[in-house]
């Protein structure tokens, strides 16, 4: 049996609401509290972000900041451990971390919870002992002396958001979110901006609160095949995704096609990575981030060393020993002469400055062009050949 009812009767629902009922409920008075909705009162923003009048909050009577009761108690009954606390033992036993009050004065097996003014009752209980009055509690987002501590409602309201509460139905002006940003909250005054952080290992689902902790939201990578001459000028390629989306209000996952458009930045190097924040699957804990791992497609004439471009030329033995000349034509259509009137070793190169890749950090610098040699020998000779060759050499 629940012992009691104030944090049902904050939202509105009854004890045996279930968990979308209570996120409804939420989710509603969220709405009807936030401070788009109350461009009127200038004192909005600060109440939802828990900076006024929050330090002590009132149960069982009319407070001044309605947004900051609704918000501490969907924290709680969001929670099945919590709620299940609550509705053994009541708010007190969880504010004191589950510690059991003083002993009363009555018989050993006494009622806990029972006790006034000269009794062994909580230290928080008026005169009137727990049932009836008006009992005050200290409101706290920091660490506390081991009891649960309230989140701000700001931080309550973001990670609802963030679990996907905004995705559920009810009809009438709870869809209407458009004003608030979306998902990303751009639109909310005082600092309840469109970052929504990932969470790190072993982090909590309330900044201020006492959750277990929640899985951190995981990156997906992808291999993005760019060609070298897309490498050297720069380009935006659009990259077809599918992602997988959660609708909280059915329960049902469905699949969706999203266009990206990647920038490839003049001179990125292999290995680079390209992110997206948010645009993967939803999973528990958020939305994946996806990342781009840049790859160089084979060229057929160019081969890429860091910030220099390599053309490599065929010579035959014949060339290789008597002379050879050639036009070479560079990665931006540049015609370029080179020549050795032989003999030349397997070793040669040529090199010109400012003719190779852009460099990625200061695009208006080159790299080299590097021209080297591939020396073809002759799989076979006719006895004749070779004692040529050998009174020649």
């Excluded at 209000?249 to 999203?258: N, P």
């Excluded at 994946?288 to 084979?298: A, G, N, R």
């Excluded at 080299?368 to 020998?377: Q, S």
């Amino acid at each position: 049996m629940v012992k009691e009812t104030k944090l049902y009767d904050s939202l509105s629902v009854s004890p045996s609401a279930t968990q979308d009922e209570i996120k409804k409920a939420y989710r509603k008075a969220a709405l009807k509290w936030h401070p788009d909705k109350n461009k009127d009162n200038p004192n909005a923003s600060e109440k939802f972000k828990g900076k006024a009048a929050t330090t002590l909050i009132i149960l069982g009577s009319h407070t001044n900041n309605p947004i900051a009761e609704v918000s501490q108690a969907y924290e709680i009954l969001s929670d099945p451990e919590k709620r299940k606390t609550y509705d053994q033992y009541g708010l007190e036993f969880l504010l004191r971390g589950g510690a059991p009050p003083p002993e009363s004065s009555g018989s050993p097996g006494g009622n806990p919870f029972e006790g006034g003014a000269g009794g062994g009752g909580y230290p928080f209980s008026s005169a009137g002992g727990m049932p009836g009055g008006t009992r005050t509690f200290h409101f706290s987002t920091g660490g506390g002396n081991g009891g649960f501590n309230f989140s701000n409602p700001e931080s309550i309201f973001s990670e609802f958001l963030r679990g996907g509460g905004a995705g559920m139905g009810g009809g009438g002006d709870e869809d209407d979110f458009g004003g608030f940003g979306g998902f990303g909250m751009g639109g909310m005054p005082g600092g309840m901006g469109g970052t929504k952080s990932k969470r790190a290992p072993g982090g909590s689902r309330f900044e201020g609160g006492r959750r277990a902790p929640a899985p951190e939201v995981t990156v997906v990578e992808k291999p993005l095949p760019v060609s070298l001459e897309e490498l050297f000028n720069g380009t935006t390629k659009k990259m077809k995704i599918k992602r997988k989306t959660y609708d909280s209000a059915t329960g049902k996952q469905s699949t969706q096609d999203r266009i990206l458009e990647v920038p490839i930045k003049k001179g990125l190097k292999a290995g680079s990575k390209i992110k997206f924040s948010d645009v993967g699957d939803q999973v528990e804990g958020g939305t994946q981030d996806l990342h781009f791992i840049v790859s160089e497609k084979p060229h057929a004439l160019f081969t890429r060393e860091g910030d220099d471009i390599r053309h490599t030329i065929d010579l035959d033995l014949k060339e290789a020993l008597t002379g050879w000349r050639r036009t070479v034509q560079t990665i931006d259509g540049k015609q370029i002469a080179v020549s050795n009137g032989g003999p030349t070793g397997p070793t040669f190169q040529e090199r010109f400055p400012s003719l190779g890749m852009p460099k990625s950090k200061k695009p208006a610098d080159r790299g080299d062009f590097v021209i080297g040699v591939r020396i073809k020998f002759p799989t076979s000779l006719t006895a004749q050949q070779k004692e040529t060759l050998r009174n020649i050499l």
